[in-house]
C-alpha cells in the first residue's frame, strides 16, 4: 500500500505545452510537498501546503500552479513548458511540528523536447 | 538561510568494508533535525537515518550510523559491513526545526554516489 503515491512516473512532452502531475498520500499527514531533482541530482524545495495552504513558495515561475484540493492530495500544473522543466519533481508529505521524516513518492521524470 | 554541503561527489567501497559520507551544515538553530536519504537507480528516496539535534546519542540503524558532531555542525554516515545493495546516491537533509511547524521543510546536500566493489 504506497504512502505517497505520484501519476504519472514518466512525462514526454513538447515545449509550449500544459502538463499535470497528479500526488496523493495515505498517511495522514497535513502537510505536503513539491521538490524538483534537476539534471546534477540537486533537490529543492517548490511549494509545501499544510491543510491546503500554500505555506511555502520558492521563487517558482508563475507557470508552476500547485493545487490541493484536500490535505491528501497535491497536484502540480504547469503551463506553456520549456526545454528548462525538464527535471524530476517529487512529491513529499510530512506532519508538521511532529518529529517525523518526510515521505517522498517515487518521482515522476518530465522530459521537455 | 541554512546550508547543508557534502564536499565529496563520488566514493567507493570494498563489500563487506566500512565507508563513511560526510556532511557539514550551517543553522544558527539549536533544535533541528538531519537526515541521510538513499536514492538507488530506482530514483525513490528512501530515508536510512534520522538524528535530532537536541540528542547527544548518535542515531544507529542496523549497519548504519552517524557521527554527529554539533558544535562542529557535521553529521557523517558510517556503512558497516557494506553490501551490494548500499549503491546508490546518498543525500544529507536538514530539517528546521518543529516549532516552525508548516513551514518546515528540507534542505539537502548535493549528494554523494557510493559504488560497492564486488
Known amino acids: 500500500d504506497t504512502a505517497v503515491s505520484q501519476t504519472p512516473k514518466y512525462l514526454v512532452t513538447q515545449m509550449g505545452n500544459d502538463k499535470s502531475i497528479k500526488c496523493e498520500q495515505n498517511?495522514?499527514?497535513?502537510?505536503m510537498y513539491w521538490y524538483k531533482q534537476d539534471s546534477k541530482k540537486f533537490l529543492k524545495i517548490m511549494f509545501s501546503y499544510n491543510n491546503k495552504e500554500l505555506i511555502i513558495n520558492e521563487t517558482v515561475p508563475n507557470r508552476f500552479s500547485p493545487k490541493s484540493p484536500d490535505k491528501a492530495h497535491l497536484n502540480l500544473h504547469i503551463n506553456s513548458l520549456e526545454l528548462g522543466d525538464s527535471a524530476v519533481y517529487f512529491c513529499?508529505?510530512?506532519?508538521?511540528?511532529?518529529?517525523?521524516?518526510?515521505?517522498f513518492g517515487q518521482g515522476t521524470r518530465l522530459t521537455v523536447v | 538561510a541554512q546550508t547543508v554541503t557534502q564536499s565529496q561527489p563520488e566514493m567507493s567501497v570494498q563489500e563487506a568494508e566500512t565507508v563513511t559520507l560526510s556532511c557539514t551544515y550551517d543553522t544558527s538553530e539549536s533544535d533541528y533535525y538531519l537526515f541521510w536519504y538513499k536514492q538507488p537507480p530506482s530514483r525513490q528516496m528512501i530515508l536510512v537515518i534520522r538524528?535530532?539535534?537536541?540528542?547527544?546519542q548518535n542515531a544507529t540503524e542496523n549497519r548504519f550510523s552517524v557521527n554527529f558532531q554539533k558544535a562542529a555542525k557535521s553529521f557523517s554516515l558510517k556503512i558497516s559491513d557494506s553490501q551490494l545493495g548500499d549503491a546508490a546516491m546518498y543525500f544529507c537533509?536538514?530539517?528546521?526545526?518543529?516549532?516552525?511547524?508548516?513551514?518546515?521543510?528540507?534542505?539537502f546536500g548535493k549528494g554523494i554516489t557510493l559504488s560497492v566493489r564486488p
Open positions: 537533509a536538514y530539517r528546521t526545526p518543529p516549532y516552525t511547524g508548516a513551514n518546515s521543510k528540507l534542505t
Open positions: 513529499a508529505s510530512s506532519q508538521a511540528g511532529a518529529e517525523t521524516e518526510a515521505f
Open positions: 538524528q535530532e539535534a537536541y540528542k547527544q
Open positions: 498517511l495522514g499527514h497535513d502537510t
